[in-house]
């Protein structure tokens, strides 16, 4: 007998036989439904083989030029974000789980390695320098002026980007005191400023100081100089003593001649417990830390100030975005995050048990999120949340899909989730969410990708 299917839906496992409609299957696998037709998924092109001997749990294409790529592999689950600096030919890279903090690499630290580690990245936030020591020198008469003096280090990237650290503590007295009052004439002498610890890709030492006040005050550069230079001792004022490995310098500049007012006080690093990190609009980062969600400063990927965290009160598993949305999935309800200066952001949550088993499990669509849960595969959208399938399967048959092993991406409207089933067999959940309809692609040796 001819059966005719004129319009294929893919899987509604959630219907008995006897009244599931004739468009739609119990079980469909390894069949494409976009069309409407019934038409079979062709074999699989190697497009990079790995080494079969180690489990991989994250690939990146990562663009080593304009038109040439790289496909970087982990045995670790790690996350990667862009630096959002548009037209970055060097292709800054931000990476959060690996086995000691964030990281940062480009197309120059990578080299030849197929993986990213602590060999070939740097640690993504710079430290703060210790205290500093200040005196006066000279005998200068008239009207004095109060300075205060902090240190901060600088990273320079090949095409000029910097990355400024956070700022010291003022630089002391051998009184303890935080300024120091200089006469017309005097030069003021800052000594025990700190090399650059290792790790850090740090090139640069940048010295501040007040034009008018206290330590309170707005701090004007007066000198960033380099520290390779300075060792060799080519940089004005500036001396190096390998034996203490600090450097001194002689203050002689006048007033008028500071430069840019520093912006950088709070610029401290990320938690090194930091992960999930993703890229959302307005050039901001954002990651995860036990009950926190972590902002970068806008455009500055290597800068987090605390005062941008926010407490979620349940615990957190993965990140997700849409628009200005930050999605978080918790062991509970979904919260959302809605900003364009990391400054205003406040959490709020949707008042809906849909709990994220895995945070690799979210993805992000141009104007939603998907991610499963023990109800159906849900869907986050214009501040609420919806379950995609609840009309064609049930929480026994998204049981059967392991969630918490899955890991996914979406094109288009369409939702790819790779898990293991219930008998280790490796599988591709395919979930098309306009409209809703699904099907998965049973795997093979080559799909533990």
């Known amino acids: 007998m001819k059966i005719s299917i004129n319009n294929f839906k893919g899987m509604a496992p959630k219907l008995y036989s006897t009244i599931l409609p ?23 092109l190697t497009e990079y083989a790995l080494d079969p001997s180690l489990t991989y749990k994250t690939i990146y294409k990562y663009d080593t030029s304009s038109t040439a790529y790289e496909w970087l592999s982990w045995v670790d689950e790690v996350n990667l974000a862009k630096d959002p600096i548009y037209a970055d030919n060097y292709n800054r890279t931000c990476i959060t789980g690996l086995s000691d903090a964030p990281r940062i690499f ?12 602590t060999v070939n990245s740097y640690l993504l936030g710079l430290p ?21 003096y902090i240190v901060a280090y600088s990273r320079k990237w090949g095409d000029g980007k910097i990355d400024d650290g956070p700022w010291s503590a003022p630089a002391e007295t051998s009184g303890g005191v935080a300024y120091v009052d200089v006469n017309p004439g005097d030069s003021v002498v800052v000594s025990s400023i700190t090399d650059a610890p290792t790790g850090y890709g740090i090139t640069e030492i940048n010295v501040y100081r007040t034009a008018t006040g206290t330590s309170n005050s707005t701090y004007q550069l007066v000198i960033s100089f380099n520290i390779t230079s300075a060792k060799a001792g080519s940089v004005s004022g500036v001396t190096w003593n390998s034996g203490t490995s600090k450097f001194t310098f002689t203050d002689t500049v006048d007033t008028a001649d500071l430069g840019d007012t520093g912006v950088n006080q709070l610029w401290i690093a990320p938690p090194a417990t930091l992960k999930g990190i993703i890229s959302l609009n307005n050039g901001i980062l954002a990651g995860f830390s036990n009950n926190y969600v972590y902002f970068s400063e806008p455009y500055q990927c290597h800068a987090w100030p605390d005062k941008y965290r926010v407490a979620i009160d349940k615990e957190i598993v993965g990140l997700a975005s849409y628009g200005n949305t930050l999605v978080i999935g918790t062991t509970a309800e979904p919260y959302l ?4 200066d990391p400054a205003s952001a406040v959490a709020y949550a949707i008042k809906e048990s849909a709990p994220c088993f895995a945070g690799r499990s979210m993805a992000s669509f141009k104007d939603s999120v998907v991610y499963p849960s023990s109800a159906g595969i849900m ?4 501040n609420a949340i919806v379950n995609l399938t609840q009309a064609i399967a049930d929480s026994f048959d998204i049981a059967l899909y392991n969630i918490s092993t899955m890991f996914s ?9 790779v898990y293991l089933d219930t008998n280790g067999q490796r599988k591709i959940l395919i979930l098309d969410t306009n409209p809703v309809s699904y099907t998965h692609l049973a795997g093979d040796s080559q799909m533990t990708l």
């Open 22 to 44: 004739k468009e739609y299957a119990q079980t469909s696998n390894n069949v494409f439904y976009g069309s409407g037709a019934l038409v079979p998924v062709k074999d699989a």
């Open 106 to 117: 480009d197309v120059n630290t990578l080299a030849s390695y197929t993986t990213v580690s």
């Open 128 to 148: 703060v320098p210790t205290t500093s020591v200040i005196t006066v020198s000279g005998s200068g008469t008239g009207t004095p002026e109060t300075r205060a």
């Open 337 to 340: 995050i809605t900003l364009t």
């Open 379 to 382: 869907m986050v959208k214009d």
């Open 409 to 417: 991406a979406g094109l288009d409207t369409t939702y790819y989730g």
